[in-house]
Nanobody, 122 residues
Framework: VQLQASGGGLAQAGGSLRLSCVAS????????MAWFRQAPGREREFVAA????????TYADSVKGRFTISRDNAKNTVYLQMSSLKLEDTYVYYC????????????????WGQGTLVTVSS
């Protein structure tokens, strides 16, 4: 299983970025997908998750109303649209996959991408 995240970079506060994560080696439409983020020296934290066919999603309170998770099962890709970015959204963002779990517990996700850095500047 491989998860390849991309789309990170430098954005201004108030701006937008879209992250993508392409999955291979798994039956994508059978997996719950999620985004987490981590800063140096800090624990990895939950951002958003989406069910296999995209009917249900959930968000961390810190991003609710600003970020949107979505997926295109035909492209084996999950997205994270980030808007109204804040300085405190500066993290490395990771995508993750779980076959039998939907939620925010990172220990239940067994497949992880390599991370993509998002830096928000003023």
């Amino acid at each position: 299983v491989q998860l390849q995240a991309s789309g990170g970079g430098l954005a201004q506060a108030g701006g937008s970025l879209r992250l993508s994560c392409v999955a291979s080696g798994l039956t994508f439409n059978g997996y719950n997908m999620a985004w987490f983020r981590q800063a140096p020296g800090r624990e990895r934290e939950f951002v958003a998750a989406i069910t296999p066919v995209g009917v249900t999603s959930t968000y961390a309170d810190s991003v609710k109303g600003r970020f949107t998770i979505s997926r295109d099962n035909a492209k084996n890709t999950v997205y994270l649209q980030m808007s109204s970015l804040k300085l405190e959204d500066t993290y490395v963002y990771y995508c993750a996959a779980a076959e039998r779990y939907f939620g925010r517990d990172l220990s239940r996700y067994f497949h992880w991408g390599q991370g993509t850095l998002v830096t928000v500047s003023s």
